[in-house]
């Protein structure tokens, strides 16, 4: 079984930094990609950013598009994401995930998941 485990979320003020990591139990470059997505409260889990093994090609939501920024240590087994610039409306438990699947930008393509770090944007 694939562990995900999740640490770096925090409380921030707005136009704040953080920087989130993911390390997985076992090669992340087993899989097809790794993928960050975040759910608000009673809000549908959202994607975020994602990032694809074979090449390292990245994907973005729009809103995060200049202010987030993917990235992986296949040494390390990790996956981190660069936040920058934060906004209250970021705040959300934000979820690492390994896909098998090709659309990385699709929840069901994603089978293993971590437990999640809460990021809270102060206004």
């Known amino acids: 079984q694939v562990q995900l485990i999740e640490s770096g979320g925090a409380l921030v003020q707005a136009g704040g930094s953080l920087r989130l990591s993911c390390t997985a139990s076992?090669?992340?470059?087993?899989?097809?990609?790794m993928g960050w997505f975040r759910q608000a409260p009673g809000v549908e889990r959202e994607f975020v950013a994602a990032?694809?093994?074979?090449?390292?090609?990245?994907y973005y939501r729009h809103s995060v598009k200049g202010r987030f920024t993917i990235s992986r240590d296949n040494a390390q087994n990790m996956v981190t994401l660069q936040m920058n610039s934060l906004k209250p409306e970021d705040t959300a438990v934000y979820f690492c995930?390994?896909?098998?699947?090709?659309?990385?930008?699709?929840?069901?393509?994603?089978?293993?998941w971590g437990q999640g770090t809460q990021v809270t944007v102060s206004s």
């Open positions: 076992q090669r992340t470059s087993s899989f097809y990609g």
């Open positions: 990032i694809r093994s074979s090449d390292a090609n990245t």
């Open positions: 995930a390994a896909a098998r699947g090709w659309m990385l930008t699709t929840m069901s393509q994603y089978e293993y």
